[in-house]
């Protein structure tokens, strides 16, 4: 069971108790709390920043890696257990972890009084510090029978190397240098899963990443369509408002010539009215002329 969370820690040593608690809930917490306390725990390897280690079950041995890197606290776990974000067993070794401190170079001969693999500043035994044949020639005598059961372990796991996490048990009475073979082929095998695991979340990043590439590019091409008809709908509404600035300018002159043709009207009304009084004032007179001539002539005359 593998899960990631976001966290704020530095160093997995700054993960409390309380903090633990509160993330994993109280059941689950308490569980793992027993573990820790009945000294189920076993670190392999640990350092500021990750964890490697063992913890006894209920049902058997499971193997768990912690790393807290960029802001992320990634846990994975051996056991078949579906507890959200992590279960038990790693609630157990972030226990351990802070109890025994940020930095502890070879934690399990603190912890367990003997160490499972050879000592090492990273959690993965490098090719210089894995044991060579020519040294554990010199320095331990590996019998027939290590020797045998070692090939025996071996065959039982090949199937499982780069496939499951957790490998067969390695035999009890197996010791010496076979065992810390043993230790390395585990290591190296847990060290490729997640180099394995690392791949596979980089290209499902990457196919997001391609994924969401396409679809903004399809945006930026309707955008790109929608844009070009805005613009051709500028360029007829430019088109309009030019005839429009065209038409009110014949509208002003327009406006101007018959502003000028009232007023000329205005004034010929003006001279009309005053002819008219000219010519009422004229008939006047003839009128009064007329009647004075009728009574200037005799009696009887036509």
Not at 153 to 182: D, I, M, T
Not at 186 to 211: I, V
Not at 272 to 291: D, H
């Amino acid at each position: 069971m593998r899960n990631r969370i976001s966290c704020s820690a530095q160093e997995l040593s700054q993960l409390d108790p309380a903090m633990v608690e509160s993330v994993v809930g109280g059941q689950v917490f308490k569980i793992g709390n027993r573990y820790f306390s009945d000294k189920r725990v076993n670190i392999v390897e640990a350092n500021g920043t990750q964890v490697v280690a063992e913890v006894n079950g209920t049902y058997g041995v499971y193997a768990q890696t912690i790393k807290l890197r960029g802001g992320t606290l990634s846990t994975k776990c051996s056991c078949p257990s579906t507890e959200q974000p992590f279960c038990r067993h790693c609630v157990a070794v972030l226990l351990q972890q802070f109890h025994l401190g940020s930095l502890v170079e070879n934690p399990s001969k603190a912890a367990s009084g003997a160490s499972s693999l050879p000592p090492s500043s990273s959690p993965y035994p490098s090719a210089e510090a894995s044991p060579s044949l020519d040294e554990s020639a010199a320095t331990a005598d590996v019998n027939f029978r290590e020797a045998t059961m070692f090939i025996d372990w071996v065959q039982q796991v090949v199937g499982r190397l780069g496939n499951e996490p957790s490998l067969a048990e390695v035999p009890k009475s197996l010791g010496g240098v076979a065992r810390e073979w043993a230790g390395v082929i585990g290591q190296l095998n847990q060290r490729f899963l997640e180099s394995e695991e690392d791949r596979t979340d980089a290209q499902r990043n990457l196919q997001s990443a391609e994924s969401m590439v396409d679809s903004l590019t399809k945006e930026l091409g309707t955008v790109k369509g929608e844009s070009e008809s805005a613009q051709k709908t500028c360029s007829g509404l430019e088109k309009k408002v030019n005839q429009l600035e065209e038409s009110l300018k014949d509208f002003a002159q327009v406006s101007k010539e018959r502003d000028r043709l009232v007023g000329k009207v205005s004034t010929m009304q003006s001279e009309l009215q005053k002819k008219g009084a000219e010519l009422e004032s004229v008939s006047m007179t003839l009128k009064s002329l007329s009647n004075a001539i009728r009574n200037l002539l005799p009696s009887g005359s036509p």
